[in-house]
Protein backbone atom coordinates (compact mmCIF):
# COMPACT_ATOMS: atom_id res chain seq x y z
CA UNK A 1 0.00 0.00 0.00
CA UNK A 2 2.78 2.35 1.25
CA UNK A 3 4.39 1.91 -2.68
CA UNK A 4 1.50 2.89 -4.62
CA UNK A 5 0.56 6.05 -2.84
CA UNK A 6 4.18 6.76 -3.01
CA UNK A 7 3.50 6.21 -6.99
CA UNK A 8 0.32 8.11 -6.15
CA UNK A 9 1.88 11.48 -4.24
CA UNK A 10 4.65 11.04 -6.83
CA UNK A 11 2.08 11.31 -10.16
CA UNK A 12 0.50 14.49 -8.61
CA UNK A 13 3.60 16.28 -7.96
CA UNK A 14 4.73 15.23 -11.32
CA UNK A 15 4.56 19.23 -12.96
CA UNK A 16 6.58 20.46 -9.70
CA UNK A 17 9.15 17.73 -9.57
CA UNK A 18 9.56 18.89 -13.89
CA UNK A 19 9.31 22.16 -12.38
CA UNK A 20 12.04 21.80 -9.72
CA UNK A 21 14.15 19.66 -12.46
CA UNK A 22 14.56 22.30 -14.80
CA UNK A 23 15.02 24.71 -12.29
CA UNK A 24 18.37 22.88 -10.70
CA UNK A 25 19.50 22.36 -14.59
CA UNK A 26 18.81 25.78 -15.30
CA UNK A 27 16.71 25.18 -18.24
CA UNK A 28 13.09 26.21 -18.80
CA UNK A 29 11.89 22.81 -19.31
CA UNK A 30 12.60 18.90 -19.12
CA UNK A 31 11.85 16.46 -21.26
CA UNK A 32 9.27 13.72 -19.72
CA UNK A 33 11.76 11.10 -20.41
CA UNK A 34 13.98 12.90 -17.42
CA UNK A 35 11.32 13.72 -15.33
CA UNK A 36 10.12 9.54 -15.16
CA UNK A 37 13.68 8.77 -14.77
CA UNK A 38 13.74 10.98 -11.47
CA UNK A 39 10.50 9.71 -10.22
CA UNK A 40 11.97 5.83 -10.77
CA UNK A 41 14.81 7.29 -9.05
CA UNK A 42 12.98 8.19 -6.15
CA UNK A 43 10.75 5.55 -6.06
CA UNK A 44 13.55 3.47 -5.42
CA UNK A 45 14.45 5.09 -2.59
CA UNK A 46 11.45 4.20 -0.73
CA UNK A 47 11.63 0.71 -2.18
CA UNK A 48 14.55 0.38 -0.64
CA UNK A 49 13.89 2.06 2.47
CA UNK A 50 16.70 4.68 1.80
CA UNK A 51 14.77 7.76 1.61
CA UNK A 52 15.32 8.24 5.21
CA UNK A 53 14.62 11.84 6.50
CA UNK A 54 14.45 12.81 2.80
CA UNK A 55 11.65 14.04 0.51
CA UNK A 56 9.68 14.21 3.77
CA UNK A 57 6.58 15.79 2.35
CA UNK A 58 6.35 12.38 -0.48
CA UNK A 59 7.13 10.20 2.63
CA UNK A 60 4.28 11.56 5.06
CA UNK A 61 1.85 11.87 2.34
CA UNK A 62 2.12 8.34 1.13
CA UNK A 63 2.25 6.97 4.41
CA UNK A 64 -0.65 8.34 6.14
CA UNK A 65 -2.52 7.59 3.47
CA UNK A 66 -1.35 4.39 3.26
CA UNK A 67 -2.10 3.44 6.71
CA UNK A 68 -5.72 5.13 5.91
CA UNK A 69 -6.48 2.91 3.44
CA UNK A 70 -5.20 -0.14 5.41
CA UNK A 71 -7.73 0.43 7.86
CA UNK A 72 -10.89 0.04 6.18
CA UNK A 73 -12.86 0.73 8.98
CA UNK A 74 -11.73 4.40 8.98
CA UNK A 75 -13.81 6.85 6.95
CA UNK A 76 -12.54 9.94 5.14
CA UNK A 77 -13.14 13.11 6.49
CA UNK A 78 -13.19 16.26 4.70
CA UNK A 79 -10.47 17.94 6.69
CA UNK A 80 -8.50 14.63 6.50
CA UNK A 81 -6.59 15.80 3.60
CA UNK A 82 -5.36 18.99 4.63
CA UNK A 83 -4.55 17.61 8.09
CA UNK A 84 -2.38 15.00 6.13
CA UNK A 85 -0.66 17.72 4.50
CA UNK A 86 -0.29 20.21 7.66
CA UNK A 87 1.45 16.88 8.80
CA UNK A 88 3.65 16.82 6.21
CA UNK A 89 4.48 20.49 6.29
CA UNK A 90 5.03 20.09 10.18
CA UNK A 91 6.66 16.96 11.44
CA UNK A 92 10.10 17.21 9.73
CA UNK A 93 10.70 20.89 10.71
CA UNK A 94 8.94 21.64 13.93
CA UNK A 95 10.18 20.23 17.22
CA UNK A 96 6.00 20.02 18.25
CA UNK A 97 3.19 19.31 16.18
CA UNK A 98 -0.14 19.89 18.16
CA UNK A 99 -3.35 17.99 16.33
CA UNK A 100 -6.14 16.04 17.21
CA UNK A 101 -5.63 12.43 19.17
CA UNK A 102 -6.59 10.69 15.44
CA UNK A 103 -3.78 12.10 13.28
CA UNK A 104 -1.53 11.69 16.74
CA UNK A 105 -2.07 8.20 17.32
CA UNK A 106 -1.75 7.56 13.16
CA UNK A 107 1.34 9.21 12.75
CA UNK A 108 3.31 8.06 16.27
CA UNK A 109 1.82 4.46 15.08
CA UNK A 110 4.21 1.22 14.94
CA UNK A 111 3.50 1.56 10.96
CA UNK A 112 4.57 4.80 11.16
CA UNK A 113 6.74 6.25 13.84
CA UNK A 114 6.50 9.76 11.91
CA UNK A 115 7.68 11.07 15.17
CA UNK A 116 10.58 9.28 15.97
CA UNK A 117 11.78 9.79 12.28
CA UNK A 118 11.42 13.46 12.03
CA UNK A 119 12.20 14.11 16.09
CA UNK A 120 9.24 15.67 16.95
CA UNK A 121 6.52 15.26 19.70
CA UNK A 122 3.12 14.96 18.51
CA UNK A 123 0.59 16.16 21.21
CA UNK A 124 -3.24 15.94 20.94
CA UNK A 125 -3.86 16.92 24.89
CA UNK A 126 -4.30 20.15 25.66
CA UNK A 127 -2.88 19.99 28.85
CA UNK A 128 0.22 17.99 27.43
CA UNK A 129 0.57 20.63 25.25
CA UNK A 130 0.47 23.53 27.64
CA UNK A 131 2.85 21.27 29.77
CA UNK A 132 5.53 21.04 26.83
CA UNK A 133 5.47 24.60 25.37
CA UNK A 134 6.21 25.34 29.52
CA UNK A 135 9.13 23.14 29.33
CA UNK A 136 11.10 24.99 26.42
Known amino acids: AF ?8 D ?5 IAGALAFISGSEAVAPAEVETEIEVIKELFRAGKAGIS ?33 GAALPYFDIFLTEKVLAST ?3 PA ?6 YDTRVC ?9 LNTI
Not at 3 to 10: F, I, W
Not at 12 to 16: A, L
Not at 124 to 132: P, V, Y
Open 3 to 10: MMEVAGVL
Open 12 to 16: VYRDD
Open 55 to 87: LPFFNTQAGLHALFRWNRSQRLKPNDWLDYCHA
Open 107 to 109: ITS
Open 112 to 117: LRYDAL
Open 124 to 132: SDAAEALDI
